[in-house]
Nanobody, 112 residues
Framework: QVQLVESGGGLVQAGGSLRLSCAASLLFFSARTMDWHRQVPGKQRELVAE???????NYADSVKGRFTISRDNAKKMVYLQMSSLKPEDTAVYYC??????WGQGTQVTVTV
């Protein structure tokens, strides 16, 4: 069964850091582009970061310089290292790959 399972969210003060993890039981994982998205209630889900099969990365302007996406193909894992967190980073974070169902997400809450 294909699954994307996110973990690592939590409550953190502004300026702090969190590392999100995604266990991805996808076929041909190493060949797939993997993304992190986030969603705030009442707003559309937005792309935060993506990493290609070759390791090329792309980030939303709002997180550039603060977030780092990485992957471990042997473990079928994707990570999002988040630093210098801001209250506006508060959201449910989802790991995703095109064509697959969304996971449950992991809540990140940043307090002032």
């Amino acid at each position: 069964q294909v699954q994307l399972v996110e973990s690592g969210g939590g409550l953190v003060q502004a300026g702090g850091s969190l590392r999100l993890s995604c266990a991805a039981s996808l076929l041909f994982f190493s060949a797939r582009t993997m993304d992190w998205h986030r969603q705030v209630p009442g707003k559309q889900r937005e792309l935060v970061a993506e990493i290609s099969s070759g390791g090329n990365t792309n980030y939303a302007d709002s997180v550039k310089g603060r977030f780092t996406i990485s992957r471990d193909n042997a473990k079928k894992m994707v990570y999002l290292q988040m630093s210098s967190l801001k209250p506006e980073d508060t959201a449910v974070y989802y790991c995703h790959s095109s064509g697959y169902d969304w996971g449950q997400g992991t809540q990140v809450t940043v307090t002032v």
